[in-house]
């Protein structure tokens, strides 16, 4: 079986009222619902935008995607990274989330600036964000 990795980074249209219980219902859901399609992964949330990487096979991660796309708690979807993987780097979560992350939203920002999708800055970005989710995900703060 194929495997792809892929990082997607969008703006949050979530109320500061509504976003903490919204975020936890998108964890429990994908936490639900990934198990039995073969993906594993991690999100992040800076209040303003979503960062997520998704992995599994190629069929399922682009079915999801596409359920993240017609998703009304997202808009402005940019796909920063995806490729083939020989292993997962999030094989022990079906979703690891560990909370707002103020932090990340400087990484976020830098990459969904830069409009050119082969720029060196951005892959950069893109790179450090996915670091960031595994660390993330890896940390005591994972749950």
């Not at 429990?28 to 992964?41: D, K």
């Not at 796909?79 to 939203?105: D, K, L, N």
């Not at 050119?116 to 995900?137: T, V």
Request: with cysteine; aromatic share 6%.
């Amino acid at each position: 079986m194929k495997l792809v990795s892929l990082l997607y980074v969008s703006r949050s249209t979530l109320s500061a009222a509504s976003a903490a219980a919204m975020v936890e219902r998108i964890v429990a859901g994908s936490r639900a619902r990934n198990p039995g399609l073969g993906i594993t992964g991690a999100l992040l949330f800076t209040g303003d935008h979503f960062a997520q990487v998704l992995e599994g096979p190629a069929a399922a991660v682009d079915t999801l995607m596409a359920s993240v796309t017609r998703d009304p708690r997202h808009e402005g979807i940019t796909v920063a990274a995806r490729a083939p993987i020989a292993e997962r780097q999030f094989g022990r979560w079906s979703m690891a989330y560990s909370g707002p992350s103020q932090f990340v939203a400087r990484h976020v920002t830098r990459l969904l600036d830069d409009p050119d999708a082969a720029s060196p800055a951005r892959q950069r970005c893109a790179e450090w964000l996915g670091d960031l989710l595994w660390e993330f995900a890896e940390g005591p703060a994972a749950r």
